[in-house]
T-cell receptor, first 114, second 114 residues
Framework: SAVISQKPSRDICQRGTSLTIQCQVD?????MFWYRQQPGQSLTLIAT?????????ESGFVIDKFPISRPNLTFSTLTVSNMSPEDSSIYLC???????????FGSGTRLTVV | GQQLNQSPQSMFIQEGEDVSMNCTSS?????WLWYKQDPGEGPVLLIA???AGELTSNGRLTAQFGITRKDSFLNISASIPSDVGIYFC??????????????WGLGTSLAVNP
């Protein structure tokens, strides 16, 4: 299965600033996703990163707040814009190689906004 | 958003005991996935199930895809301290827009007393 490198692993940011999280997969994958996870909670899908086109956002998430790029089949970025303390969470990148393969996850980015 | 009913929410057991957890849904899934998440890490796929009634093992782990396609269970036999973590079920389906969707359970937190 694909191996995902996600960085940064953690960051502490000032409110009002933006943070870009990078996700690199070691092989070409069909689909890439971005999740948010509050500590001790389940995963909430933010958006599906589409290669060469705009991301598909889930209800409650908008492009202006969480712009996503996916320039090729192995790389994606998520930006958390104009951050507030409510954005403090763990952000996870995930990839699916298609077919009967499962979804693989990065180690996550633990974001604290102060 | 839509979620699976995963139980129990938490378990505290003695080393060597067997563990069972399950997920149910009112919706049909064509794939059931079981993940384990350690602190500070992303979820790691344990077992993937693709056919109703399928019973699959991975070492001390056994999982089954319910015959109705609306439920799944995960058993861990002879638990050891490194089994500690949060276990998530996830159900996959193709929506009306022909997009693959993944729905997550709320997790089962497992603690093992050595």
């Amino acid at each position: 299965s694909a191996v995902i490198s996600q960085k940064p692993s953690r960051d502490i940011c000032q409110r009002g600033t933006s943070l870009t999280i990078q996700c690199q997969v070691d092989s070409q994958v069909t689909m890439m996703f971005w999740y948010r996870q509050q500590p001790g909670q389940s995963l909430t899908l933010i958006a599906t990163a589409n290669q060469g086109s705009e991301a598909t956002y889930e209800s409650g998430f908008v492009i202006d707040k969480f712009p996503i790029s996916r320039p090729n089949l192995t790389f994606s970025t998520l930006t958390v814009s104009n951050m507030s303390p409510e954005d403090s969470s763990i952000y996870l990148c995930s990839a699916h190689a298609g077919g009967v393969s499962g979804y693989t996850f990065g180690s996550g980015t633990r974001l604290t906004v102060v | 958003g839509q979620q699976l009913n995963q139980s129990p929410q938490s378990m505290f057991i003695q080393e060597g005991e067997d563990v069972s957890m399950n997920c149910t849904s009112s919706s049909i899934f064509n794939t059931w996935l079981w993940y384990k998440q350690d602190p500070g890490e992303g979820p790691v796929l344990l077992i993937a199930l693709y056919k109703a009634g399928e019973l699959t093992s991975n070492g001390r782990l056994t999982a089954q895809f319910g015959i109705t396609r609306k439920d799944s269970f995960l058993n861990i036999s002879a638990s050891i301290p490194s089994d500690v973590g949060i276990y998530f079920c996830a159900g996959s389906f193709i929506n009306a827009g022909n997009n693959r969707k993944l729905i997550w359970g709320l997790g089962t937190s497992l603690a093992v007393n050595p």
